[in-house]
Antibody, heavy 116, light 108 residues
């Protein structure tokens, strides 16, 4: 059974950094692209970034390019999202999902709240 | 980027009724790469339909997708109470992948 479990969310102040993690199981992690998607109250679901199988290709939504960094560790079956200089509008539930475009499996999400 | 507009925003129906959810794109979606997801509180979204009309594994046949180009529809033929949630359409034909704003389905 495919399982994706996100962690690392919480309350963070504007301007700070946060690193989200996603632990994958039930499939051969290194054979799949992976993605991060967030759900905000105002905008609904928004694709954030994706990464290819070996981590050599990364794509970001235009608005977050430069502040967010997606990465992966295939030896630990883990996906990461480094979020720098966070802003109030980054407040959202962040989901990791398997695959690059058609997102067949999703985790339950981790809540990030940016507030002073 | 491709903008998807879903309607209605909220639909309230009784068990056994038919639900029709619409998704309209501002430009033609290449290869009809349009998906539908069901999202319930506390869970990750669940893939229902891909390629506009292909049900994902394990999805009941009361769910069906149709449409092409810029206009797509998700139909739930006979609602069950477990079908409540928010339904999103998503295009994956071009980057950035984009989602509609969602239709909330309430069961009376």
């Amino acid at each position: 059974e495919v399982q994706l479990v996100e962690s690392g969310g919480g309350l963070v102040q504007p301007g700070e950094s946060l690193r989200l993690s996603c632990a994958a199981s039930g499939f051969t992690f290194s054979n799949f692209w992976m993605s991060w998607v967030r759900r905000t109250p105002g905008k609904g679901l928004e694709w954030v970034a994706n990464i290819n199988k070996d981590g050599s290709e990364k794509y970001y939504v235009h608005s977050e390019k430069g502040r967010f960094t997606i990465s992966r560790d295939n030896a630990r079956n883990s996906l990461f999202l480094q979020m720098n200089t966070v802003r109030a509008e980054d407040t959202a539930v962040y989901y990791c999902a398997r695959d690059a475009k058609l997102l067949r499996y999703w985790g339950q999400g981790t809540l990030v709240t940016v507030s002073s | 980027e491709v903008v998807l507009t879903q309607s209605p925003g909220t639909q309230s129906l009784s068990p056994g009724e038919r639900a029709t959810l619409s998704c309209r794109a501002n430009e033609s979606i290449s290869n009809n790469y349009l998906a539908w997801y069901q999202h319930k509180p506390g869970q990750g979204p669940r893939l229902l339909i891909s390629g506009a009309s292909t049900r994902a594994t394990g999805i009941p046949d009361r769910f069906s997708g149709s449409g092409s180009g810029t206009d797509f529809t998700l139909t739930i033929s006979s609602l069950e109470t477990e079908d409540l949630g928010v339904y999103y359409c998503q295009q994956y034909g071009s980057l950035p992948i984009t989602f509609g704003q969602g239709t909330r389905l309430e069961i009376k």
